[in-house]
Nanobody, 115 residues
Framework: QVQLVESGGGLVQAGGSLRLSCAGS????????MGWYRQAPGKQRELVAA???????NYADSVKGRFTISRDNAKNTVYLQMNSLKPEDTAVYYC?????????WGQGTQVTVSS
């Protein structure tokens, strides 16, 4: 059973930084594209960053230049470095494959950015 566990969220002031981590329970990272998603209250879940198995990255326009996705296949971990955070970045952040698989949604990690 594959599981993805997100961590690293918290409360931060606008302009601050956080680093999220997503650890897999078994080695699925080497062969799959991965993504970080977020869901704000009252909004649909959206993809904010993706990274291919080969390391190519793609970002939503709203986070481009501020967020950086990376991966460490040896550690089965994907990271999301978030800088210059804004109140509108407040959401629960999840990782999953890209495209996502319904059975891989975890609990997510809450990110709250205060103004």
């Amino acid at each position: 059973q594959v599981q993805l566990v997100e961590s690293g969220g918290g409360l931060v002031q606008a302009g601050g930084s956080l680093r999220l981590s997503c650890a897999g329970s078994r080695n699925i990272f080497n062969i799959n594209d991965m993504g970080w998603y977020r869901q704000a209250p009252g909004k649909q879940r959206e993809l904010v960053a993706a990274i291919t198995s080969g390391g190519r990255t793609n970002y939503a326009d709203s986070v481009k230049g501020r967020f950086t996705i990376s991966r460490d296949n040896a550690k089965n971990t994907v990271y999301l470095q978030m800088n210059s955070l804004k109140p509108e970045d407040t959401a629960v952040y999840y990782c999953n494959l890209q495209p996502w698989r319904p059975n891989l949604w975890g609990q997510g990690t809450q990110v709250t950015v205060s103004s």
